[in-house]
Each structure stands twice: as C-alpha cells, then as structure tokens.
C-alpha cells in the first residue's frame, strides 16, 4: 500500500544550525503538507504546496522556514536557524487532489534542537 | 484559524465499556476525518465523514457528523485495550477552499483491561 516517508526518523541538532526534513508523498497526489507536533501537544498546521509554490501558510511558518519540491518526488522542509522551542515532531502529509479531502500522514521526523 | 474543541481530553475506561468522545467548532467544514495517533508515530486515517448527519461505522466505532457541518462525535462499543491511543478530529475548511486541515486538540484514551 502508498505510503508517505520521512527520513530522517530523529534528528538532533545544535541551535543555529540548519536543517532539512525530507518526504517522499505518495505519487500521483497533489497537495503536500507540513505539520508538527511539539510534545502533548496538538497537531498544528504549518504550510500547504500545491503546484510547486505554497498555497497556504501559518503564522508559525515565519521566513525562517522553506519548503521546495527540487525533482518532483521529495518535498523538504529547510529551517534556516533553528530554536530550542522548533523541538517537535514533524509530520508530512499528502493528498490525491482537490475534491479528496483525506490526507496521509508519514510517520514523523522528531527534531530535537539542543 | 479555525478550533476545533474535542472532549473529553483524557479519558480512562475498563475493557468492555462504551465511550463517546466529541468534536465542536463554531465553524462549518467541507468534510471531518477522524485519526487515531500512536506514540511517536503519524495520525492515521479512520474515517472521512462529508454530508451533514452522515453516520459511519468502522467495526465497533460509529462516526457522526453534525446536521450543520460544525460538530463529530465517534463512539466505540465494548472498548478494548488495542483501542488507547491519541484521538484526533481534523475539519477541511470551506473557507480555505478545502486546502488545509484543522486539528482538533486530541482525546487521549486509555482501555484498562
């Protein structure tokens, strides 16, 4: 069965650096998402991509956040300086197409920043 | 941004009993999916409800969406010790032209066998 990927699966990283989250969505669908979920806590949207350019975003996703689609398979999420408080499990997500609102998720990449 | 208030946040039941666990937004929806989260893992899809006052049901749990479009509930039968985990409601929003969902703040359940 289609299944979302995200590599990889824990991530630790010094505050100030940079990191990229990868996903592989599952193919044929269209929309692509970027949430997290900071520790028992909800899960909070982050940004939508549709067509190659973002079609909506969060307050969370400040200038300091990029997504990009570069081949047509992996969709990344890049923070450029990372902060103690980004620590979260992200998750990606995918969708067939407009009309199909169900949305899959990948299993997460916990981003622990130190 | 649009809430979704789910109740109870916790709850904690012996195996056997029934539960219902509920979804509330003063928002109306395109559609509401249910997922249900393990630790340390992504939400999984149970259910995708779409018209007003649509009932699913899944083995044991029933879905219903609200007549207006703005509320879900799930209830589950003889609950089961597979069936703890995180609860999520997720609403598709008419106003963003379904392009995002809305999480719901979680229903954390826990089956005592």
């Known amino acids: 069965e289609p299944e979302v990927t995200q590599t990889p699966s824990h991530q630790v990283t010094q505050m100030g650096q940079e990191v990229i989250l990868r996903c592989v969505p599952i193919s044929n669908h269209l929309y692509f998402y970027w949430y997290r979920q900071i520790l028992g806590q909800k899960v909070e949207f982050l940004v939508s991509?549709?067509?190659?350019?973002?079609?909506?975003k969060s307050e969370i996703f400040d200038d300091q956040f990029s997504v990009e689609r570069p081949d047509g398979s992996n969709f990344t999420l890049k923070i450029r300086s990372t902060k103690l408080e980004d620590s979260a499990m992200y998750f990606c997500?995918?969708?067939?197409?407009?009309?199909?609102?169900?949305?899959?998720f990948g299993q997460g990449t916990r981003l622990t920043v130190v | 941004t649009q809430l979704l208030e789910q109740s109870p946040q916790f709850l904690s039941i012996q195996e056997g009993e029934n539960l219902t666990v509920y979804c509330n937004s003063s928002s109306v929806f395109s559609s509401l999916q249910w997922y249900r989260q393990e630790p340390g893992e992504g939400p999984v899809l149970l259910v995708t409800?779409?018209?007003?006052?649509e009932v699913k049901k899944l083995k044991r749990l029933t879905f219903q969406f609200g007549d207006a479009r703005k509320d879900s509930s799930l209830h589950i039968t003889a609950a089961q010790p597979g069936d703890t985990g995180l609860y999520l409601c997720a609403g598709a929003s008419l106003q963003t032209g379904a392009n995002n969902l809305f999480f719901g703040t979680g229903t954390r359940l826990t089956v005592i066998p």
């Open positions: 991509f549709y067509n190659n350019e973002i079609s909506e």
């Open positions: 997500a995918s969708r067939p197409d407009r009309t199909n609102t169900e949305a899959f």
């Open positions: 409800v779409v018209t007003g006052g």
